[in-house]
């Protein structure tokens, strides 16, 4: 396979201030069309370091892509160093400042001297044309490499690769075609994931099956390269279709799907309604829903129940159990649950009450210690879990194991271990 390398520029992404996520997303979009990735860097806004960066990587590579550098700035020098690495001059074409003028124009801005240094270009080089801002980008032939240079603004630099430069790699068709499918998982453990994965993976050689965890939710990736994307999807698809079957209702969705993108979705079809009680996770999983369009549809109301005294006032949780269980016990949640339901005459109610850490914690009630509760018209089913994450990623788990039990009730699907009904008063 031809392979790539990414150049990221600019101090910002050295010193930490800005994450580079271009080279991210450029990586994912580069396999995809065959080529194999070789190196990523970063590199300050130092000249002689980028013109180092580029005849080195040049020589390994048959593609680079650099992202940053291309303003009007002095520390802007990714224009300056792509013609030194090419033994070239730059030189000035007005037509392009015409373009960039016509743009500030457009966007209602006097357009400065210094925005002028945008229109040079390597002599053997050429532009690549900007939609959304000034800055062209560049391209040029380098030690038989191809170098694409675009601006760092992700939103520019995205549109500047689909649109220039995904056709011209696709008309050279060096590499072969990338097909992959993501499968979502919530509720199964990485270890049995990943058995299942070696087992399809002996049934299906040709496959590379690999996985990403976050908080909670296992992403399946499962790709192939063939000359032609319906060889390589002839591949994929089967294997998928043997993970999907192996993984039974873990599954809760693919290609990206969000849990609350999938509970909307089940609620909105069947014209229900849900309502949250939440305490440790301070409203994250309303967040989650409302972010999602069509959740007016299907969110009546969320309460942030974080002291006693709102668990009491605001979902009727009764003084006794507060003070028999603790905050964090499953009778707690039990009652905000089914008072949040009566409350809002709602579906289904999500209660949560937990220990996110770092302190809190006892022997009894170690910090992670979290109770979810499910009420609807079967009763109440719990859930405890022991988390392990700092603060913030035991309140995502506590999101993404609440919003994953709602998905198998209503799915009328195997729940996760340790779940349990209760239909009567808690005694």
Known sequence: MPECSILSIGRELMLGFTVDTNAAWLATEISGLGYQMRNIRLID?????????????????????????????????????????????????????????????????????????????????????????????????????????????????KEMFRLSIVPELLEEGKGQVRAMKRLQLCGMGESRVGEVIKEINAECPKCEIGTTVHTGVITVRTMAYADSLAEAENIVNPATDKLRERFEDNVYGEEGVGLSEVIVKLLGDRGQKLSLAESCTGGLIAADIVSVAGASEVLIEGVVSYANQAKQNRLGVNEKTLINYGAVSQETVIEMARGSREFSKSDYAIAISGIAGPGGGSEEKPVGTTWIALDCEDGTYTLKKNLFYNREGNRRLGVNYSLDLLRRVINNQKLPEGVQLCQGVMQ
């Open 45 to 157: 806004d130092n000249g002689d370091d980028i013109v180092n960066a580029i005849k080195e990587l040049t020589l390994k590579s048959d593609l680079l892509i650099i992202t940053g550098g291309l303003g009007p700035t002095p520390d802007d020098l990714t224009r300056e160093a792509i013609a030194e690495a090419a033994d070239d001059e730059l030189a000035y074409h007005p037509e392009l400042f015409e373009k960039i003028e016509a743009r500030f124009v457009q966007i209602g801005i006097t357009i400065s001297e210094s925005n002028k240094k945008q229109a040079y270009l390597p002599e053997s080089g050429r532009g690549l044309n900007n939609t959304c801002g000034t800055a062209p980008g560049v391209f040029c032939l380098i030690n038989d490499c191809r170098v694409y240079a675009m601006p760092g603004v992700p939103r520019e630099m």
